[in-house]
């Protein structure tokens, strides 16, 4: 085999269930009726990588029909929706087994698809929590959701789940929809019931506690033993200065 090089990511179960919910689209649902996967096939089920470029060459699609469960487009893989049609269509047809095609659009600065004007712009999470209801918030899912299946995607990574109070700029930041869980989990659950209703996939990221950038420090993360960062509003995301 030639030598060709993919960033591979792997998620954990990315294989669709035997009986998936009743919102995703009417294909989806066929197309889980196959034959019993082999080891080998249900092994590649957790992969999910990505591929160069905007067209599916051959080496990766030799990749995707071999060892794919799910591809993860990035912005580098889209011009316009046209190509992206084209490429998630290639895709399908390439993959062995129902093939997922996943890309992250959150909103915000977390939107590969809006940042090339093919599909709707979304403000960022935390905004939308301060200024719209969640049955706005649902609407806005639904008509995203829409615009992806248009598009041929099948699973949006998102909504964010983290419960943070940290500076808009900062790794969590401004994508988390609030500090106070019951909101952030009512704007989440509302984004992803309008997805699922337009027949799209969502995964809420797991919370996950992050340590906030210290002012005397160029890492990323610093030590909460630190009293000089405890004092100057540095700490877990979760808890608010």
């Known amino acids: 085999m030639a030598s ?4 591979i990511l792997v998620f954990a179960a990315v294989a669709p269930s035997a009986e998936p919910p009743a919102t995703v689209a009417a294909p989806f649902v066929e197309e889980c009726a196959v034959e019993p996967l082999s080891l080998s096939e249900r092994a590649a089920q957790t992969i999910m990588m990505g591929i160069p470029g905007q067209g599916l060459g051959e080496g990766a699609a030799d990749l995707v029909a071999r060892y794919a469960g799910a591809v993860i487009i990035q912005g580098y893989n889209v011009r316009d929706a046209t190509q992206l049609a084209a490429l998630t269509r290639a895709l399908h047809e390439t993959g062995r087994r129902r093939l997922l095609v996943a890309v992250d659009e959150e909103g915000g ?9 093919v599909a709707t712009e979304l403000p960022p999470a935390r905004e939308l929590a301060a200024s719209r209801t969640t049955d706005e918030v649902r609407r806005l ?8 299946r248009e598009l041929g995607m099948d699973w949006n990574l998102a909504p964010v789940l983290d419960v943070s109070d940290a500076p808009d700029e900062t790794v969590i930041g401004d994508r988390s929809y609030s500090a106070e869980p019951e909101t952030a989990a009512a704007y989440a659950a509302a984004f992803a019931e309008g997805l699922a209703g337009a027949g799209i ?18 890492l990323p993360e610093t030590s909460w033993t630190d009293t000089s960062c405890r004092t100057s509003g540095c700490g877990p995301s979760s808890t608010r200065s």
């Open 4 to 7: 060709f090089s993919l960033p």
């Open 201 to 218: 996939l969502s995964t809420g990221p797991r919370p996950r506690t992050r340590t906030r950038p210290c002012p005397r420090s160029r």
């Open 141 to 148: 899912g639904s008509t995203l959701g829409a615009e992806m």
């Open 109 to 117: 600065r977390v939107s590969r698809l809006s940042a090339k004007s």
